[in-house]
Nanobody, 122 residues
Framework: QVRLVESGGGLVQAGGSLRLSCAASGRTFSDNAMGWFRQAPGKELEFVAAISWPTTYYADSVKGRFTISKDNAKNTIHLQMNSLKPEDTAVYYC?????????????????WGQGTQVTVSS
């Protein structure tokens, strides 16, 4: 049984930083891309970043501010978020891709965590 557990969310002022973590268990994920998505109130789930080590890919809205990384030994991925903006406020989810190739669509991921809330105040 695949299980993903996110942590690290919270409340931060604009311009601040947070580091999200996602611990995966149930099997190894070295043959899968992994990603982060987010959902703001009243909006659809949107792609944030993905990693198929060592290649990474980012949504334009977070490029240059967020960094995704992966610790293969610990089956964990991280999302370092700097220069946070109020529009980054959302529930953030990590997910395991169906394939090794980087993808940005929700349908290309088939295992999801429960989400962690990130709130950025202005």
């Amino acid at each position: 049984q695949v299980r993903l557990v996110e942590s690290g969310g919270g409340l931060v002022q604009a311009g601040g930083s947070l580091r999200l973590s996602c611990a995966a268990s149930g099997r190894t994920f070295s043959d899968n891309a992994m990603g982060w998505f987010r959902q703001a109130p009243g909006k659809e789930l949107e792609f944030v970043a993905a990693i198929s080590w060592p290649t990474t890919y980012y949504a334009d809205s977070v490029k240059g501010r967020f960094t995704i990384s992966k610790d293969n030994a610990k089956n964990t991925i991280h999302l370092q978020m700097n220069s946070l903006k109020p529009e980054d406020t959302a529930v953030y989810y990590c997910a395991v891709g169906k394939l090794l190739v980087l993808r940005t669509r929700v349908d290309d991921y088939d295992a999801w965590g429960q989400g962690t809330q990130v709130t950025v105040s202005s």
